[in-house]
């Protein structure tokens, strides 16, 4: 064997060795994630509808990962604690008390995940109109108009420290409220109800706005779609809004 040949099969030995010894990456969301009670949801609209404000790969990730990893864990816990599906989601995360200590944790983290990030793709979509009716009404009444209900909830979103939500909430008298929740906490679990919120996690925005979570802020209104906004203040104040 020559000198040329003895090199190339010293090459291939130490590729195939240094491939069999590189790190795998695994993502738990893909093909494989457990099948149970819990579901994603596709989205409405294509992953690039947002763009330029969220661009397609962040929207990618966004749900078809994180999303279903709060899914995929959800029904990790439901094979051993089937009740946890028994129920509407508002009712389990307003009564996380009754929920078995040992995964108590980890099911408010994800259903509030799953709840939060499901009414997160439903307010949002391309051509979204204008507010008007009577949530542009309760708006003026409660919050100071549009222009300083804007205001205010990007100022609350940049106040939040490390990773969670600025929310919306209505009352069943169909009052409007601006309150923040760390992490995948939801308004639900203190008996209320969510009109509207924006997920202030990096993985929100990171690719296209890195540390500039106020511009995020500020260019995500574009994607917010007022029809649905509506539809949910209509069913807050009839008593049966969901997520």
């Known amino acids: 064997m020559n000198s040329l040949s003895r090199r190339h099969l010293l090459l291939a030995a130490t590729g195939i060795a240094a491939a069999a010894a590189a790190p795998r990456i695994v993502f738990a969301q893909g093909?494989?994630?457990?099948?149970?009670?819990?579901?994603?949801d596709p989205l409405a609209y294509p992953v690039n509808a947002l763009e330029p404000h969220i661009d397609a790969r962040t929207m990618e990730i966004h749900h078809d990962r994180h999303h279903q990893a709060f899914i995929?864990?959800?029904?990790?816990?439901?094979?051993d604690n089937p009740q946890i599906a028994d129920k509407p989601v508002p009712e389990v995360l307003a009564n996380l008390n009754s929920v078995p200590?040992?995964?108590r944790t980890g099911v408010r983290n994800s259903m509030g995940g799953h709840a939060n990030h499901t009414m997160f793709w439903q307010i949002?979509?391309?051509?979204?109109g204008k507010a008007e009716g009577d949530v542009l009404a309760a708006i003026d009444r409660d919050l100071g108009g549009l222009e300083k209900f804007q205001t205010?909830?990007?100022?609350?979103?940049?106040?939040?420290f490390g990773s969670g939500w600025v929310f919306v909430t209505?009352?069943?008298d169909g009052k409007l409220a601006i309150e923040t929740r760390p992490n995948q906490d939801n308004p639900m679990m203190d008996g209320k109800r969510v009109l509207l919120g924006n997920d202030v996690w990096e993985h929100a925005y990171y690719l296209n706005y890195q540390n500039r979570r106020a511009d995020y802020l500020k260019a995500w209104w574009n994607t917010v779609n007022w029809k649905v906004i509506g539809e949910r203040y209509a069913a807050a104040k009839a008593g049966t809004l969901g997520v």
């Open 124 to 128: 949002m979509g391309p051509n979204g």
């Open 101 to 103: 200590e040992a995964i």
């Open 31 to 40: 093909a494989m994630a457990p099948t149970g009670p819990f579901k994603l």
């Open 152 to 160: 205010d909830f990007n100022a609350a979103g940049g106040r939040v």
């Open 170 to 172: 209505v009352d069943k």
């Open 72 to 79: 995929t864990s959800l029904n990790n816990f439901a094979k």
